[in-house]
């Protein structure tokens, strides 16, 4: 069904092929998965497959075919026996669900007796039953791949490929895809994916094909995935000392903005050395100043820094504050005229 003998993949510019002597045979009525991190060559694969690109070395037979040979005039007809199905869905945004669905068969210069059975036929299999009228922006994303989906089957292919079909899908949709595309690939049409999905690939059980850097390191019959050590955890890494340093920088920026604030003026005050040797409080005095002065007194504002994990004192009395070299003395600010 498809055949990769010995294939490289060179592109102009770059040192190192995006295929380096892939071998491997698709049988007809195969579920095949390509899986591998990005850039290994999947969706290269899927592109020679399809004859968008041609082999550097080696050959490449589909449906008995070798698309070296194959004339640029023949492509279209080729495809014909070939649906594809993409992330991003590519839907016409301005022709309805059955518009988009029977633009496939126009092209190809179906009957229109055939269009009106066959779009009906193929939107029931993918459960788009009712909702042929409907414009693509009137639908989920998961009905939007499926109305993909019933267009590269109206056809009625004997290849179905899908290049992370599940790609833009929350996990619930997702599961519903991959659930319609096993039902196609019972019916006969063989389907090969390219995916990330690891869970997918572990319940299916299907054969895997890795590809690793262009090269092919593992095809295995009823596989799974195999190696997730290099997929990243989205497990937020904790920053040490930072949930420290926004509560003191928010205490100083108020110390800042209280210190700013314009005291009211009084009449023949009198001048109240800065040096008074009273400590700061942030209650009122016991003696009253002197007539015509008022003195003001700024102290730190109440922070729960136990609140945020970084509070208490060390074993010599200091606070979070002292120990990072932020904390300040109460400033006494004499009167204003």
Do not use: W
Not at 104 to 117: D, E, H, P
Not at 271 to 297: L, Y
Not at 307 to 313: D, E
């Amino acid at each position: 069904m498809i055949r990769f003998e010995h294939v490289t993949k060179r592109f102009r510019g770059t040192s190192k092929p995006a295929l380096n002597d892939v071998d491997f045979e698709v049988q007809r009525g195969e579920f095949v998965f390509l899986v591998g991190a990005s850039g290994s060559g999947k969706s290269s694969c899927l592109r020679l497959i399809l004859r968008e690109d041609q082999p550097s070395e080696g050959r490449v037979v589909v449906l008995g075919r070798d698309l070296h040979s194959l004339s640029s005039r023949k492509v279209p007809y080729f495809r014909r026996h070939i649906g594809s199905v993409f992330q991003d869905f590519r839907l016409l945004p301005n022709k309805t669900v059955f518009q988009n669905v029977a633009f496939t068969l126009q092209v190809i210069g179906s009957s229109r007796a055939f269009i009106q059975q066959a779009v009906p036929e193929v939107l029931a299999l993918v459960g788009l039953e009712g909702k042929d009228k409907r414009l693509p922006h009137e639908l989920s994303g998961g009905e939007q791949q499926r109305v993909a989906i019933a267009r590269a089957l109206v056809n009625r292919p004997q290849i179905l490929l899908a290049d992370e079909p599940t790609g833009n899908l929350d996990p619930a949709t997702s599961v519903d895809i991959m659930q319609l595309l096993a039902r196609i690939n019972a019916g006969g049409t063989t389907v090969v994916m390219a995916t990330h999905e690891a869970g997918f690939v572990d319940q299916m059980k299907r054969r895997v094909i890795e590809l690793r850097g262009g090269v092919m390191v593992r095809d295995d019959r009823h596989g799974g995935y195999g190696d997730t050590s290099a997929i990243p955890s989205l497990t937020p890494q904790a920053e040490k000392g930072a949930a420290a340093t926004a509560a003191l920088t928010a205490v100083l920026q108020l110390q800042r903005e209280i210190a700013a604030q314009p005291a009211p003026a009084a009449p023949d005050a009198a001048v109240v050395p800065a040096s008074d040797p009273a400590p700061a409080t942030t209650t009122e005095p016991e003696v009253d100043p002197a007539p015509g002065t008022r003195p003001i007194k700024i102290a730190a504002p109440a922070v729960d820094l136990d609140g945020l994990g970084i509070g208490g004192l060390d074993a010599d009395g200091r606070g979070v504050a002292d120990r990072l070299g932020l904390g300040q003395e109460e400033d006494e600010v004499g009167p204003t005229t």
